[in-house]
């Protein structure tokens, strides 16, 4: 089978490989779509604080059930899958009470452990989650950042009824504001530096878009949301400049949940956090229960993937897919592999 590899920064090369065999607990996946995340990208350019080269990418991904072992209960031969890519050790006092998602062990799939750039991924059977027939596989791989977003949103004390601010209109950004929109929240504002995110943004039905670029954000905030401003704000730019207006615009006793990935270390003010009694909330990856919710709102229409899916390369145009979106700049979102 064909493999491509992320060798060093901005090198991949492909080679051959055995295909694997199963054991009695695993699922050997034959992949069919690949989305590249902003993780990927940050990795590509040797950005990424917790990815190290060489490395086989994707995380994101669907395809169908090519093998099984005798031991497989939760899935039949050619069933249309995604997968929850995190190991963990099972053993850790964060696993013990539920919190597999930050597993003091953890590894991610296409990130610290192969992924899915390659014809066939082998995975232990509870990481495997059956897709509905009519999902798409272009849907089936975006299954993972809508999950990300349901997480996240999740991690806020409530968001029903309440004003959300996202800051950065990237695909994670988008679709936490989404995700906001439909579990409640009174009205949603989402920032960008790019009019073409934002153009999206206003496409899947975020309530107010702003260019911080062009407009103040603070005179904007007043104007939309009144003087009380954002109830709650995702951070999902992973930037430092992002971070540090989240706290500099919150209202003292403001809920921040941190989603974005920080390729760099930023300077933030602890002491405004503490001046205003901020609650600065990290999210990480999901749970089960995230994925679950993910496909159920994707099948039942409620996310809006059409306008994020951008462009999709075969799997030999994996280099040029990362010169693609390297040359697109901001004017590009949800790039796909198709195997």
């Given at each position: 089978?064909?493999?491509?590899?992320?060798t060093?920064?901005?090198?991949?090369?492909f080679?051959?490989?055995?295909?694997?065999?199963v054991s009695?607990?695993?699922?050997?996946?034959?992949?069919?779509?690949?989305?590249?995340?902003?993780?990927?990208?940050?990795?590509?350019?040797?950005?990424?604080?917790?990815?190290k080269?060489?490395?086989i990418?994707g995380?994101?991904?669907?395809?169908?059930?090519?093998?099984?072992?005798k031991?497989?209960?939760n899935?039949?031969?050619?069933d249309?899958?995604?997968?929850?890519?995190?190991?963990?050790?099972?053993?850790?006092?964060?696993?013990?009470?539920?919190?597999?998602?930050?597993?003091?062990?953890?590894?991610?799939?296409g990130?610290?452990?192969?992924?899915a750039?390659?014809?066939?991924?082998?995975?232990?059977?509870d990481?495997?989650?059956?897709?509905?027939?009519?999902?798409?596989?272009?849907?089936?791989?975006m299954?993972?950042?809508?999950?990300?977003?349901?997480h996240a949103v999740?991690?806020?004390?409530?968001?029903?009824?309440?004003?959300?601010l996202?800051?950065?209109?990237?695909?994670i950004?988008?679709?936490?504001?989404?995700?906001?929109?439909?579990?409640g929240?009174?009205?949603?504002?989402?920032?960008?530096?790019?009019?073409?995110?934002?153009?999206?943004?206003?496409?899947?039905?975020?309530?107010?878009?702003v260019?911080?670029k062009?407009?103040?954000?603070e005179?904007?905030?007043?104007?939309?949301?009144g003087?009380?401003?954002?109830?709650?704000?995702?951070?999902c730019a992973?930037?430092?400049s992002t971070?540090?207006q989240?706290?500099?615009?919150?209202r003292k006793g403001?809920?921040?949940?941190?989603?974005?990935?920080?390729?760099?270390?930023p300077?933030?003010?602890?002491?405004?956090?503490?001046?205003?009694?901020?609650?600065?909330?990290?999210?990480?990856?999901?749970?089960?229960?995230?994925?679950?919710?993910?496909?159920?709102?994707?099948?039942?229409?409620?996310?809006?993937?059409?306008p994020?899916m951008?462009?999709?390369?075969s799997?030999?145009e994996y280099?040029?897919?990362?010169?693609?979106?390297?040359?697109?700049g901001d004017?590009?979102?949800?790039?796909?592999?198709?195997?």
């Amino acid at each position: 089978m064909k493999q491509a590899i992320l060798t060093k920064p901005g090198q991949i090369i492909f080679r051959e490989a055995e295909k694997p065999a199963v054991s009695d607990n695993e699922v050997l996946v034959k992949i069919k779509k690949i989305g590249i995340c902003g993780s990927d990208i940050k990795a590509y350019h040797g950005k990424h604080p917790y990815i190290k080269c060489p490395v086989i990418q994707g995380h994101e991904f669907s395809g169908v059930v090519e093998a099984k072992g005798k031991a497989v209960r939760n899935v039949a031969l050619r069933d249309k899958v995604t997968v929850r890519p995190q190991l963990v050790c099972g053993r850790c006092y964060l696993c013990r009470k539920g919190d597999y998602n930050i597993c003091e062990h953890l590894k991610v799939i296409g990130c610290q452990s192969e992924g899915a750039a390659q014809e066939f991924l082998r995975v232990n059977q509870d990481l495997v989650v059956r897709l509905p027939k009519k999902m798409s596989f272009e849907e089936g791989a975006m299954v993972e950042p809508v999950a990300v977003a349901v997480h996240a949103v999740l991690k806020a004390e409530s968001v029903r009824r309440k004003k959300v601010l996202v800051l950065g209109a990237g695909t994670i950004g988008n679709l936490t504001a989404q995700v906001a929109r439909i579990m409640g929240a009174r009205s949603v504002m989402i920032t960008d530096l790019s009019d073409f995110r934002l153009r999206i943004a206003m496409e899947c039905g975020v309530d107010y878009v702003v260019n911080v670029k062009k407009r103040k954000l603070e005179e904007q905030l007043e104007k939309y949301f009144g003087q009380d401003k954002a109830d709650i704000i995702f951070e999902c730019a992973g930037e430092g400049s992002t971070i540090n207006q989240a706290i500099s615009l919150a209202r003292k006793g403001t809920e921040i949940i941190v989603v974005g990935v920080f390729g760099l270390k930023p300077p933030v003010d602890i002491g405004l956090v503490q001046d205003k009694e901020l609650r600065l909330k990290g999210s990480l990856m999901y749970k089960a229960e995230d994925y679950d919710l993910a496909i159920k709102l994707i099948s039942a229409g409620k996310i809006k993937l059409k306008p994020l899916m951008s462009k999709t390369f075969s799997f030999q145009e994996y280099p040029r897919a990362y010169k693609f979106i390297e040359k697109s700049g901001d004017k590009v979102m949800k790039v796909f592999i198709t195997l």
